[in-house]
């Protein structure tokens, strides 16, 4: 989650990359999607663009997981191969608005849901995920009754530790994982030290 991207930019060039999975259902708003970077939407109401304007989304998404560039230079200078930290990785971009804190805030939630609508499989309600759980309306979906613990899968269980408060991980149930999360996000929002 950043500003925007530039697809066409060549640490995003998808060679070596593998199709993203078969039960991906990522969405691409504007073209330049590839089997690199996999999803461009924006979060940001009316007509914007995930489309890179200012380069901020594409430095640091190409920082984290930019593709192989050989040749890669500044200026004349430190000739070499660049790439990013995970550069076999897919990419997935979502525009928000980092001027306007409550509209991030607000947001969240909807981004949160987009993001794993697009990359989990629906578990049954005995095995909660965060799509089917506590970020769409309370009670709806899931009680604590029915999502004791909060899973993304059989294989996966999200234990809550905030490293202040609670700092030993803890097992509770899935609405009440999704309370400790929004309410760390706000924190962390809040927080002018940061």
Same mark, same amino acid.
């Given at each position: 989650m950043d500003t925007e991207?530039?697809?066409?930019?060549?640490?995003?060039n998808d060679n070596g990359i593998p199709a993203p999975p078969s039960r991906w259902e990522g969405k691409c708003?504007?073209?330049?999607?590839s089997n690199k970077l996999i999803?461009?939407?924006?979060f940001v109401g009316g007509e914007s663009s995930p489309v890179d304007g200012m380069g901020r989304g594409t430095h640091t998404s190409s920082t984290a997981s930019g593709n192989s560039v050989d040749n890669a230079e500044e200026f004349g200078m430190?000739?070499? /191969? %660049?790439?990013?930290?995970?550069?076999?990785?897919?990419?997935?971009?979502?525009? &928000?608005?980092q001027i306007f804190r409550n509209f991030i805030v607000k947001s969240l939630r909807k981004i949160i849901v987009g993001i794993l609508q697009e990359s989990e499989d629906i578990s049954s309600k005995k095995e909660c995920t965060f799509r089917d759980c506590g970020l769409l309306p309370p009670g709806e979906f899931c009680t604590p009754e029915?999502?004791?613990?909060? /899973? %993304?899968?059989?294989?996966?269980?999200?234990?809550?530790?905030d490293g202040v408060q &609670?700092?030993?991980?803890?097992?509770?149930?899935?609405?009440?994982?999704?309370?400790?999360?929004m309410d760390w996000i706000e924190s962390q929002l809040d927080d002018e030290s940061i």
């Open positions: 991207i530039t697809p066409g930019h060549p640490s995003f708003e504007v073209a330049g999607c999803v461009m939407r924006s430190a000739n070499g /191969t %660049a790439r990013g930290v995970a550069p076999l990785a897919h990419l997935a971009m979502y525009k &928000i608005d029915i999502c004791p613990t909060m /899973t %993304a899968s059989p294989k996966y269980e999200y234990r809550w530790a &609670i700092k030993k991980p803890i097992e509770v149930s899935a609405p009440k994982y999704v309370e400790f999360l």
